[in-house]
């Protein structure tokens, strides 16, 4: 799986970074979500799914 986000549609909810802390987090300054990985291990995709539906501003996209 594949991860793409948006850094300029993020609004800083940190929705992301609850569903899938290993996957994404947040810049310090202003909370825009940051990627950790591109390539998401299989053992993460539920949860990067999970962000993807989560996400308030549709900022993050996932796909194979």
Do not use: K, W, Y
Not at 8 to 20: E, F, I, K, N, R
Not at 21 to 28: K, S, Y
């Amino acid at each position: 799986m594949n991860v793409e986000v948006d850094e300029d549609a993020c609004v800083g909810a940190g929705q992301c970074v609850l569903a899938a802390p290993l996957v994404f987090d947040q810049r310090e300054d202003d909370g825009i979500v940051e990627l950790l990985t591109a390539e998401v291990p299989p053992s993460e995709q539920g949860r990067v799914t999970e962000a993807v539906n989560r996400c308030p501003a549709a900022a993050i996209r996932a796909g194979t």
